[in-house]
DNA sequence: CAGGATCCTTTAAGATACTG
DNA sequence: CAGTATCTTAAAGGATCCTG
C-alpha cells in the first residue's frame, strides 16, 4: 500500500531524491568540464557497474541534464555532455563530493567517537 | 561477492552515498536555522516514515553533523541540532533542494520529451 | 565500443506493534 | 513524546551473457 501522506510523492521530493544520487553525483562532477564517452566514463568514476553507469546516464539524460551524441564511427561512439540546465546544478552537486573528500576524516573521527560512547551504554551484561 | 574493484567501497564515495541523500538534505534543511524536536521534524518533512527520520537522524548524529540533545521534561524532550561541521555542510545540501523546487517544471518538461522521443522509436510492429 | 536483457542476491523501507 | 523491534514486501544493484 502508497502511503497515505500527500507529500509522500510530491514532484519536488522525486526530483531530489534522483538529483541526490552518488552516482549522478560522481558522473556530472566527470562531465563538468569535458564531455566524455561510456567507457571512459566507466573508468573514471571508479567502482561504477555497467548497468548502474547506463542506468544513471539514461535518467540524467530524460531529466534534461546531459545530452548523448552518437558518432558514426567504427565502432561506434557515443559522447555524453552537460546541457545548459545541467550546468545550473553541477557546481551544487560537486560541491558535495568535495565536500565528502575534504572531510572524510572529520566524519571518520566522529564515527569513531559515536560508536565508542555507545559501547558503554550498550547491554552491560557481564556475569548478569 | 563484493565487486573486486577496490574504489568500490571509497570511504569518500560511502560518505558521499551517505549525505546525497534525500531524507538527509531535507532533515538538515529543516535544521538550518533553528533546533527541532522529532515530532515536529516529522510534520514538516512531509511524507517520511518515523522508521526514516530515527534513522536518518541516527546517521547524521554519528557523522556528527547533527547533535541529539535530551531534556528531561515530561514527557522527555529531544531536541536536534546542528553542529559546526553540519554548517559546513547545510548550505550545499540546501542549494540541492532549493534546485529541485526553481527546476521541477523544466525537467518534467524534459522528461516528457523524452518520453514522447522515445515512443517515436519503439517496436513499431503494427500488423507487424 | 556501447549498451540491453536476464537472473539472482542484498538492501531499503513501509506497516505495525510495543516501551520508557 | 520519542523512539525500538519485527515482519514483509518492494526496489536496488551486481554478475553474466548477448548484440549491433
Redesign the pocket.
Known amino acids: 500500500?502508497?502511503?497515505?501522506?500527500p507529500e509522500?510523492d510530491c514532484p519536488m521530493i522525486v526530483l531530489l531524491?534522483r538529483i541526490a544520487?552518488?552516482?549522478a553525483v560522481l558522473v556530472m562532477a566527470m562531465l563538468r568540464h569535458d564531455a566524455m564517452?561510456?567507457?571512459?566514463?566507466?573508468r573514471c568514476v571508479g567502482?561504477?557497474?555497467?548497468?548502474?553507469?547506463?542506468?544513471t546516464?539514461?535518467g540524467l539524460e530524460r531529466d534534461g541534464l546531459v545530452t548523448?551524441t552518437?558518432f558514426a564511427t567504427s565502432?561506434?561512439?557515443?559522447?555524453?555532455a552537460i546541457t545548459t540546465l545541467g550546468m545550473t546544478l553541477v557546481s551544487t552537486m560537486d560541491e558535495l563530493r568535495i565536500w565528502s573528500e575534504k572531510n572524510i576524516n572529520a566524519v571518520s573521527a566522529a564515527r569513531r567517537r559515536f560508536d565508542a560512547a555507545r559501547q558503554n551504554i550498550a547491554p552491560v551484561r557481564m556475569r548478569g
Open positions: 500500500m502508497k502511503s497515505d501522506h509522500a531524491d544520487d552518488k552516482w564517452r561510456f567507457n571512459e566514463l566507466r567502482g561504477i557497474s555497467q548497468k548502474m553507469l547506463a542506468q546516464l539514461r548523448r552518437v565502432p561506434v561512439t557515443v559522447e555524453y
